[in-house]
């Protein structure tokens, strides 16, 4: 194939992509009250306003994008791997169908650890910090992107290990690598943390502590990889 052919080939994927994450936005905008009322459980006692007239609107179209995304993230994620598999190794392609797979459950689960364990836990920690003469009324947009933020943070933080693995077999980093860089990667942790979560203190801590917990994780996947490979290079050289 041509290099035209590979950029007509990776603009058919990517308006299929754009034309299905569209539609079913569409689809969920219907359904964006109730999926409204899964943030809105998550109130430890705001009073919500909205202060122009097309806010919740908006949220409601946040929403719908959002969920459009996630949902369709397994088309999105095949889509893309069926334009970049034709140039890898037959190993190369197994590694990344395994990792595609264990990388959207390991995103849900991401998502489902933000949703019932951080979320509430630093919104408990803001609302406790109040002022006798100010009441907390908090705009539905700023809560809404607040979620949001931290959902999809956690979600993609929760891909750490499948990426270990991942570059491991094909041997780009190894456990021993990982753990001698291991005190700038915790500093680049909480760096990226800073960066991706809403500007406060216990938002980055919420996101940063489970990062380094997910470090550990990856250098041992990492390691149990490289166990695999070198199993596999004995077996090789013995049967050659």
């Known amino acids: 194939m041509t290099l035209v052919d590979h950029l007509a080939e990776l603009r058919h994927r990517l308006v299929i992509i754009f034309v299905v994450n569209l539609g079913l936005a569409m689809v969920l ?24 007239p097309q806010e919740l609107f908006m949220v409601y179209i946040q929403l719908a994008l959002l969920l459009s995304v ?25 590694y990344g169908v395994c990792s595609l797979v264990a990388g959207v459950g390991f995103f849900a689960l991401g998502v489902v650890f933000c949703y019932k364990v951080a979320l509430p836990f630093t919104l408990r920690f803001f609302v406790n910090i109040t002022i006798d003469d100010i009441n907390p009324m908090i705009s539905i947009q700023s809560f809404a992107s607040f979620c949001n933020t931290m959902l999809a ?19 780009v980093i190894t456990a021993r690598g990982l753990k001698r860089k291991q005190g700038l990667l915790i500093l680049v942790i909480f760096v990226l943390a800073a960066i991706i979560t809403p500007p406060d203190v216990i938002s980055q801590i919420c996101l940063g502590v ?20 070198k199993k596999k290079e004995a077996a090789e050289t013995a049967a050659a």
């Open 210 to 229: 489970p990062m380094v917990l997910l470090l550990q994780i990856s250098i041992a996947v990492s390691a149990f990889a490289e166990k695999g490979l």
């Open 153 to 171: 943070s956690f979600g993609l933080v929760f891909e750490m290990p499948v990426l270990s693995f991942l570059f491991t077999k094909l041997g």
């Open 29 to 52: 905008f219907q359904f964006a009250e109730k999926m409204m009322a899964y943030l809105l459980a998550l109130n430890p006692g705001f009073t919500f306003v909205f202060v122009e």
């Open 70 to 94: 996630i949902i369709c993230s397994p088309l999105t994620i095949y889509q893309l791997w069926a334009f970049i598999r034709k140039g890898l190794y037959p190993k190369e392609r197994f």
